[in-house]
């Protein structure tokens, strides 16, 4: 390495005369080994062949000597070899090996005699069978073994033993010869290589310490000297080209230099220009914020009205009204409806052009979440007079991960397009899956009607803003032309895209796609599995619609049960019929409440008159609420009623219900209504309102949904009568003077957080946000307050009863009057058992008819309940007396019918606890009870309504 480095660092002049003096001498001492080597080789050659020609003589004339023994001939013969000064010694040996004479010349012999060489023993009987000549050439001499021959017989052999000691003199003195004309080469060639020194670097180092002052002065000026014609061509042209890039250099350090000045200029300028850009930013984002500001004005100043009007409609249309008055209200109902919806769009529209809608991802469960989208539509479709069916795929995974909000929302803007431009037929929703990979799926959701349909060339910009499919679709649908937009707009957000097919007078079929992440680890509903009990069971479908008659031959068939399809009522009478007669009668019929030929109950009634079809099963499925139905499907003694459009899972529980695997009241079947109030019966509901219009709109729902609530003005009267009371739940305005909602919620959960460090049982109670602002952040800015959910005005009554069952459902099950706590376990006090307050909530709730017909519906039931009872009873069947037992539990106490509901109470545990000894004294009290509590009731509702719930 210390080398490397030496001669990466040492002179041109060093490297030049090591070079010269490397080639020189190199050349030299290959031309002086080739010399040494070839003279060596000549020599040995030529001293070979004379000693094979001396030793083929001396052995031809030794052939007597050895045949006859004669030594001192044979002595005489070895001593004519001193004749050739290269011979040192010689022997003669007999065939056997034997030494016969030897010979050595003066200068041998005065140095010591030599003895017979080994390779002699060792070459000597080869020799001696073969007959040739061999030698050995060695350092210092040659060893020549011959043969002597006789009558072609090998008798004995010469040995000559020859000197190397001329040849080594004579390589000497060439080798000295050659150092000397080396060093004379040598010493020429540092003649030349001065010489050429001085022609050649002398230049190149002018050049190099021009480079140095360059390098240290920073002088691009300066030049190189070419040394007046002396360089040498190349060195010539390094000199030029140096001056030449030296020129260049300073021409672009004087560009450099004017650049300079004007990118100064230009700084200058853009400094102005940043000054003005910032002046602009500040300006639009102040009018963004301005925007944003009135749009949240706008939201609220707009909704505060329309929650009066929407809401005060809603429950016009809950009191008695003549045709005329009532057509004048639905028409109040679906204007401000539709304006409340342009509004959304609008508000939608502006977060997503500014980037600000930002996604929720949640775990939901797919199925369900379609299904209630479609649902709200029923009865639009209804009212239209459209089929309404969705179905979705099994191959569909049961739970994802996405924005469930944003995925409704899509599904409805396009229901409520396709309801909206479709004047006859039907509207379905169909759901599959396009593709699934581990993690992921795409979905595809395609939403087609029977409607008017879309010219071809309106198809490419039909999801484009204010884009409608002629100019006469705004005067006569109305809307904003922004749904579609939007749609478009959230699909890209959610993954996926939108498209149409459509065709004029033969409706239209919108599709879109979103990809959703997969969700394990969600148990999947019995509605999901085999048929738990359904299976083998035969079922008649009767309904008009061949998609709503496959969407249920799809559940039906997946739960194993065997399924006939009828398209009108006569032809479902004759299947029936058929069926009966065969012996192979039907479990169950599902009846569409309005098939062709005769609508559903009417068919219920035809059914329920043939003895043949006495153990029929009859489900009815209509659009229309429980309401409009309740009278005619007790007349027709219905087993249970389903709200169209069909939900798979309260089918399943409906089916396992009417078969009797499943107590009426159990979750997902008929006794989840929600066309009446009775499970939010007694719900204490704080109403924090400054608005009297929205307080009144606010109280009238509440108490049609049978909640007792308290209104409180202000924020401060609030936090006063949550000290003083228990409530269940606080409905709490946002925008108040004085303290507004979101400090009246900081000061309660403090109020909370100090009572638990005291020590006192003070539980968290649910504050829902009440606001008119609907903008990007007002839901987050609620939760950051403390409030645990936010429903946005005007709002729906399906909307509040969802929130709050979501929140108090599971305490306001319990018996009203109690405060949430459970049922008292003393009994109540009165012959009849019936709890008065309870029954004066009832009257309160402001439907004309709803105190009779809740009353008539629990009369009517409850005897066939405790038939059933007793039958589970004898049975000593456990798991069948505990869902009666619950069911009658639950319906008699929100009814107040106390001392019924404590004995199903206490008949229940025992039959969770396998206790069975007690059931039939339970039963006994339970039928005493019920026959006290009967005729009171039955007062309580008049005689025309007594005579219509009477038994059967």
Same mark, same amino acid.
């Given at each position: 390495?210390?080398?490397?480095?030496?001669?990466?660092?040492?002179?041109?002049?060093?490297?030049?005369?090591?070079?010269?003096?490397?080639?020189?001498?190199?050349?030299?001492?290959?031309?002086?080994?080739?010399?040494?080597?070839?003279?060596?080789?000549?020599?040995?050659?030529?001293?070979?062949?004379?000693?094979?020609?001396?030793?083929?003589?001396?052995?031809?004339?030794?052939?007597?000597?050895?045949?006859?023994?004669?030594?001192?001939?044979?002595?005489?013969?070895?001593?004519?070899?001193?004749?050739?000064?290269?011979?040192?010694?010689?022997?003669?040996?007999?065939?056997?090996?034997?030494?016969?004479?030897?010979?050595?010349?003066?200068?041998?012999?005065?140095?010591?005699?030599?003895?017979?060489?080994?390779?002699?023993?060792?070459?000597?009987?080869?020799?001696?069978?073969?007959?040739?000549?061999?030698?050995?050439?060695?350092?210092?001499?040659?060893?020549?073994?011959?043969?002597?021959?006789?009558?072609?017989?090998?008798?004995?052999?010469?040995?000559?033993?020859?000197?190397?000691?001329?040849?080594?003199?004579?390589?000497?003195?060439? +080798?000295?010869?050659?150092?000397?004309?080396?060093?004379?080469?040598?010493?020429?060639?540092?003649?030349?290589?001065?010489?050429?020194?001085?022609?050649?670097?002398?230049?190149?180092?002018?050049?190099?310490?021009?480079?140095?002052?360059?390098?240290?002065?920073?002088?691009?000026?300066?030049?190189?000297?070419?040394?007046?014609?002396?360089?040498?061509?190349?060195?010539?042209?390094?000199?030029?080209?140096?001056?030449?890039?030296?020129?260049?250099?300073?021409?672009?350090?004087?560009?450099?230099?004017?650049?300079?000045?004007?990118?100064?200029?230009?700084?200058?300028?853009?400094?102005?220009?940043?000054?003005?850009?910032?002046?602009?930013?500040?300006?639009?984002?102040?009018?963004?914020?301005?925007?944003?500001?009135?749009?949240?004005?706008?939201?609220?100043?707009?909704?505060?009205?329309?929650?009066?009007?929407?809401?005060?409609?809603?429950?016009?249309?809950?009191?008695?009204?003549?045709?005329?008055?009532?057509?004048?209200?639905?028409?109040?109902?679906?204007?401000?409806?539709?304006?409340?919806?342009?509004?959304?769009?609008?508000?939608?529209?502006?977060?997503?052009?500014?980037?600000?809608?930002?996604?929720?991802?949640?775990?939901?469960?797919?199925?369900?979440?379609?299904?209630?989208?479609?649902?709200?539509?029923?009865?639009?479709?209804?009212?239209?007079?459209?089929?309404?069916?969705?179905?979705?795929?099994?191959?569909?995974?049961?739970?994802?991960?996405?924005?469930?909000?944003?995925?409704?929302?899509?599904?409805?803007?396009?229901?409520?397009?396709?309801?909206?431009?479709?004047?006859?037929?039907?509207?379905?929703?169909?759901?599959?899956?396009?593709?699934?990979?581990?993690?992921?799926?795409?979905?595809? +959701?395609?939403?087609?009607?029977?409607? +008017?349909?879309?010219?071809?060339?309106?198809?490419?910009?039909?999801?484009?803003?204010?884009?409608?499919?002629?100019?006469?679709?705004?005067?006569?649908?109305?809307?904003?032309?922004?749904?579609?937009?939007?749609?478009?707009?959230?699909?890209?957000?959610?993954?996926?895209?939108?498209?149409?097919?459509?065709?004029?007078?033969?409706?239209?079929?919108?599709?879109?796609?979103?990809?959703?992440?997969?969700?394990?680890?969600?148990?999947?509903?019995?509605?999901?599995?085999?048929?738990?009990?359904?299976?083998?069971?035969?079922?008649?479908?009767?309904?008009?619609?061949?998609?709503?008659?496959?969407?249920?031959?799809?559940?039906?068939?997946?739960?194993?049960?065997?399924?006939?399809?009828?398209?009108?009522?006569?032809?479902?009478?004759?299947?029936?019929?058929?069926?009966?007669?065969?012996?192979?009668?039907?479990?169950?019929?599902?009846?569409?409440?309005?098939?062709?030929?005769?609508?559903?109950?009417?068919?219920?009634?035809?059914?329920?008159?043939?003895?043949?079809?006495?153990?029929?099963?009859?489900?009815?499925?209509?659009?229309?609420?429980?309401?409009?139905?309740?009278?005619?499907?007790?007349?027709?003694?219905?087993?249970?009623?389903?709200?169209?459009?069909?939900?798979?899972?309260?089918?399943?529980?409906?089916?396992?219900?009417?078969?009797?695997?499943?107590?009426?009241?159990?979750?997902?079947?008929?006794?989840?209504?929600?066309?009446?109030?009775?499970?939010?019966?007694?719900?204490?509901?704080?109403?924090?309102?400054?608005?009297?219009?929205?307080?009144?709109?606010?109280?009238?729902?509440?108490?049609?949904?049978?909640?007792?609530?308290?209104?409180?003005?202000?924020?401060?009267?609030?936090?006063?009568?949550?000290?003083?009371?228990?409530?269940?739940?606080?409905?709490?305005?946002?925008?108040?003077?004085?303290?507004?909602?979101?400090?009246?919620?900081?000061?309660?959960?403090?109020?909370?957080?100090?009572?638990?460090?005291?020590?006192?049982?003070?539980?968290?109670?649910?504050?829902?946000?009440?606001?008119?602002?609907?903008?990007?952040?007002?839901?987050?800015?609620?939760?950051?307050?403390?409030?645990?959910?936010?429903?946005?005005?005007?709002?729906?009554?399906?909307?509040?009863?969802?929130?709050?069952?979501?929140?108090?459902?599971?305490?306001?099950?319990?018996?009203?009057?109690?405060?949430?706590?459970?049922?008292?376990?003393?009994?109540?006090?009165?012959?009849?058992?019936?709890?008065?307050?309870?029954?004066?909530?009832?009257?309160?709730?402001?439907?004309?008819?709803?105190?009779?017909?809740?009353?008539?519906?629990?009369?009517?039931?409850?005897?066939?309940?405790?038939?059933?009872?007793?039958?589970?009873?004898?049975?000593?069947?456990?798991?069948?007396?505990?869902?009666?037992?619950?069911?009658?539990?639950?319906?008699?106490? +929100?009814?107040?019918?106390?001392?019924?509901?404590?004995?199903?109470?206490?008949?229940?545990?025992?039959?969770?606890?396998?206790?069975?000894?007690?059931?039939?004294?339970?039963?006994?009290?339970?039928?005493?009870?019920?026959?006290?509590?009967?005729?009171?009731?039955?007062?309580?509702?008049?005689?025309?309504?007594?005579?219509?719930?009477?038994?059967?």
């Amino acid at each position: 390495m210390r080398h490397s480095s030496r001669g990466r660092n040492s002179s041109i002049r060093s490297r030049l005369r090591y070079s010269i003096w490397a080639t020189v001498g190199g050349t030299l001492a290959f031309v002086a080994l080739l010399v040494l080597g070839f003279q060596a080789f000549s020599y040995s050659r030529s001293l070979l062949e004379r000693l094979d020609v001396v030793a083929g003589i001396v052995a031809r004339n030794a052939t007597a000597a050895i045949e006859f023994a004669d030594a001192r001939q044979a002595a005489k013969l070895l001593s004519s070899l001193q004749a050739d000064p290269d011979i040192e010694s010689g022997a003669l040996f007999t065939s056997d090996g034997e030494l016969f004479v030897s010979h050595q010349s003066e200068g041998a012999r005065r140095a010591s005699p030599a003895p017979t060489p080994p390779w002699v023993s060792e070459k000597l009987p080869l020799l001696v069978s073969v007959g040739q000549a061999v030698h050995r050439l060695q350092i210092d001499g040659v060893d020549y073994l011959s043969p002597v021959v006789l009558h072609n017989e090998t008798i004995g052999c010469l040995y000559i033993r020859a000197s190397l000691t001329r040849l080594h003199q004579q390589l000497l003195l060439n +080798t000295l010869l050659i150092v000397t004309v080396l060093l004379l080469a040598g010493g020429v060639a540092s003649l030349f290589s001065e010489r050429l020194q001085h022609r050649v670097v002398a230049p190149i180092l002018r050049l190099a310490e021009s480079m140095r002052r360059v390098s240290e002065q920073q002088d691009f000026s300066i030049r190189a000297s070419s040394g007046d014609g002396e360089s040498p061509e190349e060195v010539a042209r390094l000199t030029e080209g140096f001056n030449s890039m030296l020129a260049q250099i300073e021409e672009r350090d004087h560009r450099l230099a004017e650049r300079g000045d004007e990118l100064a200029r230009s700084n200058r300028e853009l400094a102005t220009v940043a000054q003005r850009a910032n002046e602009a930013q500040a300006m639009a984002e102040q009018a963004s914020r301005a925007k944003s500001i009135f749009l949240a004005n706008m939201s609220h100043e707009i909704r505060t009205p329309m929650n009066g009007i929407i809401g005060m409609t809603e429950v016009l249309l809950d009191t008695p009204l003549n045709e005329r008055q009532r057509d004048f209200a639905q028409t109040v109902m679906h204007s401000g409806q539709a304006l409340l919806s342009v509004i959304n769009d609008i508000l939608d529209f502006s977060k997503i052009e500014a980037g600000k809608l930002e996604l929720d991802p949640v775990d939901f469960c797919l199925r369900e979440s379609m299904e209630e989208a479609v649902g709200l539509f029923a009865e639009r479709a209804h009212a239209k007079g459209l089929n309404l069916a969705c179905a979705i795929g099994p191959e569909l995974p049961l739970w994802v991960t996405g924005d469930a909000g944003r995925l409704r929302q899509i599904v409805t803007n396009l229901l409520s397009n396709a309801i909206k431009f479709t004047a006859r037929g039907e509207v379905w929703v169909d759901v599959g899956l396009v593709e699934q990979g581990e993690t992921d799926i795409v979905l595809r +959701t395609t939403v087609s009607d029977t409607g +008017t349909g879309i010219e071809p060339a309106k198809q490419k910009s039909i999801f484009d803003e204010f884009s409608q499919a002629d100019s006469s679709t705004a005067r006569r649908y109305g809307g904003t032309g922004l749904g579609l937009a939007i749609v478009r707009q959230l699909s890209a957000l959610l993954g996926g895209e939108v498209g149409v097919v459509s065709a004029p007078g033969k409706g239209s079929s919108f599709w879109f796609t979103v990809r959703l992440q997969l969700a394990p680890g969600h148990p999947a509903g019995e509605h999901e599995g085999d048929g738990n009990g359904l299976r083998g069971q035969r079922v008649l479908v009767v309904a008009e619609s061949s998609r709503g008659r496959d969407v249920l031959f799809r559940y039906l068939h997946g739960w194993g049960m065997h399924c006939e399809m009828a398209s009108e009522a006569g032809e479902a009478l004759a299947v029936l019929r058929r069926a009966a007669d065969a012996d192979r009668p039907f479990a169950i019929a599902l009846l569409d409440a309005e098939p062709a030929g005769l609508d559903g109950v009417a068919l219920a009634r035809r059914v329920r008159a043939d003895d043949r079809l006495c153990g029929l099963r009859l489900v009815i499925l209509s659009a229309m609420t429980r309401a409009a139905l309740a009278g005619a499907t007790t007349a027709a003694v219905a087993d249970d009623y389903l709200h169209k459009p069909i939900r798979k899972a309260q089918l399943f529980a409906s089916l396992r219900r009417v078969v009797g695997l499943l107590a009426a009241d159990q979750p997902g079947g008929a006794g989840e209504n929600d066309d009446e109030p009775g499970p939010l019966l007694g719900v204490k509901v704080l109403l924090v309102e400054d608005n009297a219009v929205n307080q009144a709109v606010a109280c009238a729902t509440l108490d049609w949904l049978g909640c007792r609530t308290r209104v409180a003005d202000g924020g401060l009267e609030a936090i006063a009568a949550l000290c003083a009371e228990t409530f269940d739940i606080v409905l709490m305005d946002c925008q108040m003077p004085g303290i507004d909602g979101y400090e009246a919620t900081r000061r309660i959960r403090r109020l909370e957080s100090e009572a638990q460090r005291d020590g006192q049982a003070r539980q968290r109670i649910p504050i829902i946000a009440l606001t008119a602002n609907a903008m990007q952040g007002d839901r987050d800015e609620c939760l950051a307050a403390g409030m645990d959910d936010y429903m946005s005005k005007p709002f729906r009554r399906d909307v509040l009863r969802a929130m709050l069952e979501r929140w108090v459902r599971p305490a306001a099950a319990k018996p009203p009057g109690q405060g949430g706590a459970p049922a008292a376990a003393n009994e109540p006090v009165g012959a009849h058992g019936v709890d008065e307050e309870i029954l004066q909530t009832l009257r309160s709730i402001g439907k004309a008819d709803f105190f009779a017909r809740v009353i008539g519906i629990f009369l009517d039931s409850t005897p066939r309940k405790l038939a059933e009872l007793e039958a589970a009873v004898q049975a000593k069947d456990a798991g069948q007396v505990a869902a009666l037992a619950h069911q009658l539990k639950s319906s008699s106490a +929100t009814l107040g019918v106390m001392r019924l509901s404590h004995a199903a109470k206490v008949l229940e545990a025992d039959a969770r606890n396998g206790r069975s000894d007690d059931f039939a004294r339970h039963a006994t009290t339970m039928l005493t009870a019920f026959a006290a509590a009967q005729p009171y009731l039955r007062q309580l509702t008049g005689p025309a309504a007594a005579e219509s719930n009477s038994p059967a």
